[in-house]
């Protein structure tokens, strides 16, 4: 009989026991328990600094203008964004790859939720030291430049200058959330990070050596160069402006989105 | 009586191996991914169209230079940029798939000699690599060199043209030993995310930062990295000083045995 008894009435649904907290949380201890997310954001974080304490002092001419010397003291952040990159293209491959995946699945039903979750947590995760990383190798860069005699001061107030340093910190965020959401779409991890590798590094490469020099200009429109806009660092002749490059990359990083939920929601698993 | 086998000492496993067997079974492994067959086709397909569309866009911008032959051969190989990701990437899945599924226990276990895996390994993977690339590399210079002829008023180019050969041929060796490198790479990282990150550094993201960010007394050691050197043998070296063709690609090479050697000795001497 009492056996009985919690069989006879419906089921609750286990969604209904669903928070979004609850799943930020496990997704957070997911997020910091692999030793794989402390490497790469630990060497994330030394790039960007080291760029700009130890390399670009001596690539910026002496008397630079300050977004210049913003600018270069940032440059680090190409190398960081590899690394963010991985990581973010691993938030989801990674579980596919272990099994973890139908685990999350059975205890987050509801897929999105599982997405918003990954989204949440990874997406505080690299805006937090991404910004944190920027502001810092802009800062270390500033005070290695004063201690060579005769340079000029650059400071947050110059013009320009925010934008540059906040700047290639957000660009290096979103484009780790376009990672996870290429990972979430492509869910394997050596064909995801050939992908997104291909799409920021290779392509913008390969399309200054083959496109006639009349054909460049569509070069401004490729995700690492809009991003690279924002912090005047397009590896393009032509750029777009800052925040209208910034705005094409996080469209293609909602579009992505887009896709990884659709694909999530109504494909299988 | 029935001890006698017992106390006999068992006769040494690696005995029984043979070179032939292990390249067989390897050769098995290989061809049994569906991964192998999408990267080898994929390198086909972007060499030559990639050589192909490059082509006929500088033809269709309406009035194509007067170009030196050794300009269009490199135009044909542009593909080289994207292929040596695609091969680097097969060659890191030749020992990071095995650790990523834990294959490798049962590769190890059959064969103990655990060098003799990595020169089977290695063996499979450049039959396979060499002649893929140099065959392709060779198509899209031919069906480049079509689509060059079939715009009026254009000379051909051919193999008697000076650097045409070595252009050619060299994107394909280039290609060919970064897939080694990649090789390389994976013997020693195992880890499938950690060895595309670390080869896409190296070869792509390196060069980039180095271009824009070292000091100008410094800018030349850019020219030893492994994709600058690579690219001094067939063109489009990044930077402003380049090796000479053949040292850059002696350099590429000793990057290749020095990666596979390292991961050769981290597999005898460390744990599995």
């Known amino acids: 009989m009492a056996a009985a008894a919690p069989a006879a009435g419906p089921r609750m649904p286990v969604a209904g026991n669903l928070t979004v907290t609850g799943v930020l949380r496990s997704e957070w201890t997911k997020l910091r328990s692999v030793r794989s997310t402390w490497w790469l954001l630990a060497t994330a974080v030394i790039l960007t600094v080291g760029v700009a304490v130890f390399v670009s002092p001596g690539a910026t001419p002496v008397k630079p203008a300050p977004y210049t010397f913003a600018r270069n003291t940032e440059y680090g952040s190409l190398l960081s964004q590899l690394a963010l990159l991985v990581l973010g293209v691993m938030v989801f491959t990674g579980e596919y790859q272990s099994g973890l995946i139908r685990a999350s699945l059975s205890v987050v039903p509801r897929r999105l939720l599982l997405l918003w979750g990954k989204l949440g947590a990874f997406g505080a995760v690299a805006l937090a030291l991404s910004l944190a990383s920027s502001v810092a190798a802009f800062v270390l860069g500033e005070l290695a430049q004063r201690a060579r005699p005769g340079r000029p001061h650059v400071w947050f107030g110059d013009p320009q200058v925010t934008r540059i340093v906040i700047g290639a910190g957000l660009v290096l965020a979103v484009s780790a959330i376009f990672g996870l959401a290429l990972g979430a779409i492509i869910r394997n991890t050596a064909a995801g990070l050939s992908t997104i590798t291909a799409v920021f590094f290779v392509l913008p490469l390969l399309f200054r050596i083959a496109l006639p020099a009349s054909d460049q200009g569509f070069l401004r429109f490729l995700p690492s160069n809009a991003g690279g806009a924002l912090w005047d660092a397009a590896l393009s002749p032509t750029s777009m402006t800052p925040w209208s490059g910034f705005a094409l990359l996080c469209g293609y990083t909602a579009a992505l989105i887009a896709v990884a939920a659709w694909r999530l929601q109504h494909g299988d698993a | ?272």
């Not at chain 2, 050691?221 to 690609?249: E, H, K, T, V, Y």
């Open chain 2, 1 to 272: 009586m029935t001890t006698a086998s017992v106390t006999q000492p068992p006769r040494p496993v690696a005995g029984d191996l043979a070179m032939s067997g292990v390249l067989r079974s390897e050769w098995t492994k290989f061809r049994s991914l569906r991964s192998t067959w999408w990267l080898v086709i994929g390198t086909v397909i972007l060499t030559v169209g990639v050589g192909v569309v490059v082509i006929v866009l500088e033809i269709s911008t309406g009035a194509p230079k007067e170009q030196p032959p050794y300009q269009v051969a490199q135009q044909t190989e542009t593909a080289a940029v994207i292929t040596q990701l695609v091969l680097g990437v097969l060659g890191i899945l030749m020992f990071t798939g095995e650790y990523g599924s834990g294959m490798i226990r049962i590769s190890m276990s059959v064969v103990p000699r655990r060098v003799m895996l990595l020169w089977a390994k290695l063996s499979v993977l450049s039959v396979i690599v060499l002649p893929l690339t140099l065959g392709s590399a060779l198509l899209a210079f031919l069906a480049g060199n079509l689509a060059w002829q079939s715009h009026r008023g254009l000379v051909p180019v051919g193999f008697g043209d000076p650097q045409v050969t070595r252009i050619v041929f060299g994107s394909g060796l280039v290609v060919a030993v970064t897939a080694l490198c990649g090789f390389g790479i994976g013997a020693i990282i195992r880890s499938t995310a950690g060895s595309i990150g670390t080869l896409v550094g190296i070869f792509f993201v390196v060069p980039i930062v180095a271009q824009v960010a070292l000091p100008r007394n410094v800018a030349g050691l850019a020219r030893f990295l492994p994709s600058n050197a690579g690219d001094a043998m067939w063109g489009g070296a990044i930077g402003p000083r380049s090796l000479s063709s053949w040292s850059g690609f002696a350099l590429l090479c000793g990057y290749a045995v020095v990666l596979i050697s390292v991961g050769a000795w981290r597999l005898r001497r460390g744990d599995a």
